[in-house]
Nanobody
Framework: QVQLVESGGRLVQTGGSLRLSCAAS????????MGWFRQAPGKEREFVAF????????LYAASVKGRFTVSRDNAKSTVHLEMNRLKPEDTAVYYC??????????????????WGQGTQVTVSS
């Protein structure tokens, strides 16, 4: 079992920045790839970013590439999502998720075994 707790979401103006954090507990953190997903009202959940077990591979959705940066601190069992130049369309509940570090398509939510409760990010225009 892995427990994930997100934090850092809040209201921010267009062009602003936020840093989301996800604290993990339970099984060995370095066994898990980590992903960030988001879900806006009335929309399906979508992939945002991925980081591999050791942090040596990352992947971003086209809509956030160049603005968002994912990182992890394995010593502290945390993963972060640094979000810059935020836009109103980034408004969503953001979730971190964990999947076994065995490979496979990182953008597929159903491959992730554990999910946090989400943190709300609202970008005002």
């Amino acid at each position: 079992q892995v427990q994930l707790v997100e934090s850092g979401g809040r209201l921010v103006q267009t062009g602003g920045s936020l840093r989301l954090s996800c604290a993990a507990s339970g099984r060995t953190f370095t066994n898990w790839d980590m992903g960030w997903f988001r879900q806006a009202p009335g929309k399906e959940r979508e992939f945002v970013a991925f980081i591999s077990t050791l942090g040596d591979n990352t992947l971003y959705a086209a809509s956030v590439k160049g603005r968002f940066t994912v990182s992890r601190d394995n010593a502290k069992s945390t993963v972060h999502l640094e979000m810059n130049r935020l836009k109103p369309e980034d408004t969503a509940v953001y979730y971190c998720a964990a999947r076994p570090g065995w490979g496979g398509e990182p953008t597929l939510g159903h491959l992730y075994h554990y999910w946090g409760q989400g943190t709300q990010v609202t970008v005002s225009s």
